[in-house]
């Protein structure tokens, strides 16, 4: 198992499952075996990821999701809830991408991919580094936000009471956290963005916040 240990939490690809063992006759018979012994685990075709009981590490669902479906990043309620924004604990992974929504059921849980514009979707987007391992994208904060309101199926938010209304009531939002918000990315989204009325609104309650 030394040589799975190696790529850690980090979902990689049969061909460099087939770098490891190309010295074996048959290594995609040894991958079979290891996926059937549960040491590597079939994310879909061509991806996988070394099970837990190899590198004793928490599979990272953040970095399996960015890797699943490309370009994307993880946000909506999963980054929220990341942040401690919201209440609720959340146990699919949701994420927004440039091409077409998709839905993956898998051994390691349900994700969704989202699709935005493309000149929208590169705001707000960082990097979380854990354990100085690995990192996953993740939207900020404030995007997370707006990601949730252009996906939210309610109805137009046409005044800041009704959207101070929809963050407290709707996602029981820790609207302390509003204070230190980057107005700017709000900006850009509003920009690029859907749902300019609603984000109109998001930026207002920020600046009258403040």
């Known amino acids: 198992m030394e040589r799975l240990k190696h790529i850690g939490v980090i979902p990689v690809n049969k061909d460099v499952l087939y770098s490891l063992y190309g010295d074996l006759k048959r290594p ?3 991958i079979s075996e290891l996926e059937r012994k549960g040491f590597i685990i079939r994310v879909k075709r061509d991806l996988y990821v070394v099970s837990k009981k190899v590198h004793q590490q928490e599979i990272s669902s953040e970095l399996v999701a960015n890797h699943l479906y490309r370009p994307s990043y993880i946000s909506l309620e ?4 990341y942040y401690g924004l919201i209440p609720e604990r959340v146990y699919s992974m949701r994420s927004i991408c440039t091409k077409l929504h998709k839905q993956y059921e898998t051994q390691l849980g349900y994700f969704e991919y989202i699709k935005v514009p493309e000149r929208y979707f590169s705001i707000g987007i960082g990097q979380e ?4 391992s690995y990192s996953f994208l993740i939207a900020s904060p404030e995007k997370a936000l707006c990601d949730k309101i252009l996906v939210s199926q309610r109805n137009r938010i046409q005044s800041m009471k009704a959207m101070r209304e929809y963050l407290e009531d709707d996602l029981r939002f820790e609207m302390s956290a509003l204070i230190s918000f ?3 990315i709000i900006r850009e989204c509003l920009e690029f963005g859907r749902k300019k009325t609603e ?12």
């Not at 999963?78 to 809830?81: P, V």
């Not at 984000?199 to 403040?210: F, N, R, S």
């Open 182 to 184: 980057d107005v700017g």
């Open 28 to 30: 995609d018979v040894k």
């Open 78 to 81: 999963t980054a929220l809830s």
């Open 199 to 210: 984000l109109t609104q998001l930026l207002k309650l920020l600046q009258h916040g403040k």
């Open 129 to 132: 580094m854990i354990n100085n």
